[in-house]
């Protein structure tokens, strides 16, 4: 089987350092974002063979125009990265109903479009695997993340059933749980005070959890798991 692999929300934070290891180890890689010329620099930094793609994921026609774009520059696609989330942090009494719409649009129903379309690729290939990118709040909770919570506990349900729809076909499904990462996510929170709440006592990296991911695709026996890499926060939570 070769390594083709598309990553969602490949052009920052988790997404990128997973492509940037991915393409350490030879895979041959698709980073979607939704602004194409920072997916395309993304790719060019890679290297060779790499390619960009924009991509909306909250929407149906977009999320299979991309995968049509992908299978006819790479072939079919044997694995598949979910790190394109967004959050819309606040109490749910002053959320708005259109906030609540993006949040579950993008990191759940997105989620389900490109399992969909990849699922069927992999089945051509008699094999591939996936890793959906939820995070901890998703199995924890948290004030002021209703929302976004909902939307990544949502993801492990999901891919759950996802995992035991398609183990016979060779096809895994597993789920990476992060806490606080450095990313672009992260930048308005007030981390001298959060670390107190951490065991380890910092934020993560992205490339720590990139391993992870990679940890995920790479291993034949896994599937239908939640893996928590968040520095010890469920201990406290």
């Known amino acids: ?10 052009s920052r934070g988790i997404g990128q350092a997973t492509a940037q290891l991915l393409a350490q180890k030879g895979y041959r890689l698709a980073v979607v974002a939704r602004n194409l010329d920072i997916a395309q620099t993304t790719a060019k930094n890679l290297g060779a063979g790499h390619l960009a793609f924009s991509c909306d994921v909250s929407k149906q026609e977009d999320v299979e ?6 299978e006819k520059s790479l072939g079919h696609i044997n694995y598949l990265v979910n790190a394109a989330g967004i959050n819309r942090d606040g109490l749910l009494l002053r ?8 949040q579950l649009h993008t990191n759940l ?7 969909k379309l990849a699922v069927k690729s992999m089945i051509q290939q008699q094999g591939g695997a ?9 199995l924890k909770g948290n004030s002021g ?4 919570s909902a939307s990544k506990a949502g993801l492990v349900g999901f891919s759950r059933s996802l995992a035991k729809e398609v183990a016979r076909k060779n096809i895994r499904v597993n789920v990476i749980a992060p806490g606080f990462v450095h990313t672009d996510m992260t930048t308005h929170l007030k981390e001298d005070q959060l670390r107190k709440t951490i065991p380890l006592g910092r934020f993560g990296e992205p490339q720590e959890i990139a391993k992870a991911v990679v940890f995920l ?3 034949p026996y896994m599937t239908g798991h939640v893996l928590v ?9």
């Not at 089987?1 to 490949?10: D, E, L, R, T, W």
């Open 1 to 10: 089987m070769s390594k083709v692999c598309a990553i969602f929300g490949g």
């Open 109 to 115: 129903l997105g989620t389900m479009l490109t399992c």
């Open 217 to 219: 695709l790479e291993s």
């Open 145 to 148: 993340q209703s929302v976004y």
């Open 95 to 102: 959320t708005k109903v259109d906030e609540m719409v993006s």
């Open 130 to 138: 996936i890793v959906n990118v939820g995070s901890i709040v998703g």
């Open 229 to 237: 890499v968040d520095g010890g926060l469920q201990l406290m939570i």
């Open 65 to 70: 125009n991309t995968f049509s774009q992908m």
